[in-house]
């Protein structure tokens, strides 16, 4: 089954773009990002802006991203997969981020939310990524069985691009 993902959050100001993968199962329900409420991104990116992202409604969420400078998206446009393990991705059609990027002109750095998501970015990013910061992170993927301290240490280091 073929699934895609949302368009990007951004608008002129954004400093910092955080990139998933692809949506999983519960995000393409809900048509939300990060929409599993085992996933630590709106917990962790709420840290990172000492703002308490997961008591707010959805809408505000996305407001509060953009009011820090933060924009969202997904590296892959579709592709095929079963359930919502990022293993299981096939036959990507990646989105345009040289694009978006080129449209971004405050931008300083691109943050991968997980491994998969950094494999795709930085090969569609290749050498265009010019004088931007690319930061792995580590998956806030319930999936992803990583220590929480650990993920929020490495999280907080994207204060540094607010």
């Known amino acids: ?18 990139l998933g993968s ?8 809900a048509n939300r990002y990060y929409a599993h409420p085992r996933n630590l991104f709106w917990t962790l990116m709420g840290e990172v802006l000492a703002e308490d992202l997961v008591s707010l409604a959805y809408d505000d969420r996305l407001r509060a991203l953009l009011r820090h400078r933060v924009g969202l998206w997904d590296v892959v446009a579709e592709a095929s997969r079963q359930g919502s393990l990022d293993a299981a991705i096939k ?20 943050a991968f939310n997980g491994a998969t998501s950094a494999k795709i970015g930085t090969q569609q990013l290749g050498g265009f990524a010019g004088g931007l ?22 999280w907080m280091a ?3 691009f607010l």
């Open 1 to 18: 089954m073929r699934k895609k993902s949302f368009p990007p959050v951004v608008d002129e100001n954004t400093r910092l773009l955080v």
């Open 158 to 160: 994207l204060r540094a």
């Open 133 to 154: 910061t690319l930061l792995r992170l580590p998956s806030t993927s319930p999936a992803y069985a990583g220590r929480r301290e650990l993920k929020r240490e490495t």
């Open 91 to 110: 036959d990507v059609a990646g989105n345009d981020l040289r694009g978006l990027v080129a449209t971004l002109p405050d931008l300083k750095a691109v």
């Open 22 to 29: 692809l949506p999983g199962e519960a995000s393409l329900a």
